[in-house]
């Protein structure tokens, strides 16, 4: 029996146990073929996959490319390199950071529609109190930071269940913990690629008319020969306001190892000491402005105005002298919600200044040097984690809150961290268009048009394929820069960023279009990701319709005319409202 079969039933039938799955997902689930409709397992150690489109990363871009092409009736090997799909929601373990619009514009219609069964699959599975259940914007854990904080697992749940029907009738062959290996080109053009299961060491070679680099680090493009780009342009280059003034390919924003806790008052869950406490304890990252002291302190660089700030913690909620509450910042249940005996306490997600990781890249490095810098964060947030449990000032003036608990259970690791790193980002392609700050933010806009009123908007592009909203808000760098955190305009989405140069048949998804290491910062977001996913796999299922290539789609007026309208009835948002 096939691997990926195996692993992926062990995956379903512990979530089933757990209260994950619905019976009738387990049911549609278990029905997976072992290969797929492109090929079968031959017991050997290689085997081939063809299908009509293969997805690299099973990311948020890489599940709204797939669902994109699959309602379009073609059939989709999506490649994800840990056991679960969802990257910035699940294995990553963040919340979605949003735009203040979310709920009625400003995304797409499957974006939303993730968000209503997110927040239907508490309705059904939860025990919530009437008010909560009632509350058509249920907010499982009220965090501070977005509109729909909830648990990693239950987005899993979700796009597991979204995808059944697919996976049942072969449509979708999922092939969890794979990564790519190698990859086979002739001149422009991407024959196939190779990927290889991280469990059993057994390869399989993936054939397709399109390749779709939905991996959180664009992990496809070097082995495509893809043209791409990594860390800081110069401002000399790009001309942005906020630009560099060197170019520098390693400097690169940091990367976080995300964790889960609660707060049992009266119990001591305090966790061994991490082997490099002493070295995190006394760390003061080397910045440009200064960083205010050392990193597992509550004081840190204020993002937008540069000065230090202290933020506030307190497990019981409340805001203290007024300033931010960590506990309530990325909270994901907020146990006044539900019924009461529910949970012992509320749960949160740490994803902090305080556990960035600025000491090593994740792009533009051996492998080993990868899994070092991952050891090494991993490191850091347990150190944080220690820190909180045993030295952390508290509201009462003592030290340290040995309640907290590490909740690895809901992170599905056994290191107490997410089973990814957080990343912001990633290799960026050379594109038929790069999106620069002069088109989005607010301040060189305003420059350029001369307008600084109502009337002032991001560039509006031909070629529009989605939207999005947030500030360009780049976190400290392994090169020593501090918080670079601006402001932007509602933005669009040129179809000609998540097109190659020159490779034909590759289409990037997510971090890795063309943008800037600044206004990469904008687009990195969650329903953006989201709309980029959806875009580039509805761009290469009309490339198989029309037998048009990509370039062709955008460059030709009535193909991308009839691309966007496609687009627009199946309630992808190509303009924001006046």
């Known amino acids: 029996m096939a691997y990926n079969r195996r692993r992926f039933l062990s995956s379903v039938a512990a979530m089933s146990a757990s209260g994950w799955l619905s019976a009738d997902a387990v049911k549609l689930l278990a029905e997976q073929s072992a290969e797929g409709p492109g090929g079968r ?28 092409v699959l309602r379009d009736g073609l059939r989709v090997v999506m490649t994800e390199e840990t056991d679960w799909i969802g990257g910035q929601l699940t294995s990553q373990a963040v919340p979605p950071d949003e735009h203040s619009k979310i709920e009625t514009h400003g995304a797409n219609a499957s974006y939303r529609q993730l968000r209503t069964r997110i927040r239907d699959y508490y309705r059904d599975h939860y025990p919530l109190t009437d ?13 501070s930071v977005s509109r729909l904080c909830h648990e990693p697992r239950v987005a899993l749940a979700v796009l597991l269940q979204w995808f059944a029907p697919w996976i049942s009738s072969g449509q979708l062959t999922l092939l969890l913990e794979h990564r790519l290996v190698a990859a086979d080109v002739s001149a422009d053009h991407v024959n196939s690629i190779s990927v290889k299961s991280t469990r059993s060491g057994n390869h399989r070679t993936l054939v397709a008319p399109y390749f779709i680099d939905a991996t959180e680090l664009g992990d496809a493009l070097p082995l495509t020969n893809t043209e791409f780009v990594t860390g800081a342009e110069s401002k000399a280059e790009t001309g942005e306001m906020h630009a560099l003034e060197n170019a520098d390919p390693a400097n690169q924003q940091a990367f976080t190892m995300c964790f889960a806790i609660d707060h049992v008052a009266g119990e001591d869950h305090r966790i061994d000491k991490p082997a490099e406490y002493d070295f995190w304890k006394s760390y003061v990252p080397d910045l440009t402005p200064p960083w205010p002291g050392k990193l597992l302190d509550f004081t840190y660089t204020h993002p937008s105005t540069g000065v230090p700030k202290t933020l506030g913690f307190d497990p019981t909620g409340k805001r203290p002298g007024g300033v931010i509450n960590l506990w309530t910042y990325r909270r994901l249940i907020d146990v006044s919600q539900f019924q009461d005996g529910a949970y012992k306490g509320d749960i949160i997600l740490v994803n902090w200044p305080q556990n960035d990781y600025l000491l090593g890249n994740l792009v533009g490095v051996t492998d080993q040097q990868r899994q070092q810098a991952i050891a090494r964060a991993t490191q850091l947030s347990l150190s944080l984690m220690y820190w909180l449990q045993t030295e952390a000032p508290r509201p009462d003036g003592g030290q340290g809150f040995p309640g907290l608990r590490l909740r690895d259970d809901l992170l599905g690791t056994e290191t ?27 301040e060189q806009r305003a420059l350029i048009t001369g307008d600084s009123g109502n009337g002032l908007r991001a560039a509006s592009f031909t070629d529009s394929v989605g939207v999005g909203s947030y500030a360009i808000d780049l976190h400290p760098t392994t090169a020593g820069n501090n918080y670079i955190d601006f402001a932007t305009l509602p933005f669009e989405v040129p179809l000609g960023a998540l097109i190659p140069q020159r490779v034909s048949n590759l289409i990037a998804a997510c971090k890795n279009i063309g ?30 319709r029309t037998q048009r290539t990509p370039r062709e789609i955008r460059e030709l007026p009535l193909q991308l005319a009839n691309f966007q309208s496609k687009l627009q009835s199946q309630g992808v948002e190509i303009r924001w409202p006046n």
């Open 515 to 544: 943008v800037t290491h600044m206004t990469g910062g904008c687009y990195r977001l969650h329903p953006v990701e989201w709309g980029i996913g959806e875009a580039a796999g509805g761009l290469a299922s009309q490339a198989i």
């Open 131 to 143: 008010a909560a259940r009632n509350n058509p914007l249920l907010n499982p854990g009220n965090g």
């Open 416 to 442: 107490g961290v997410a089973k990814y790193p957080y990343v912001r980002e990633s290799r960026r392609i050379r594109a038929m268009f790069t999106v620069l700050e002069q088109h989005v933010g607010r």
């Open 41 to 68: 397992s031959t017991g050997s150690t290689t085997s081939e996959l063809r299908t009509d489109v293969v997805i690299l990363g099973g990311g948020l871009g890489g599940c709204a490319a797939a669902l994109s």
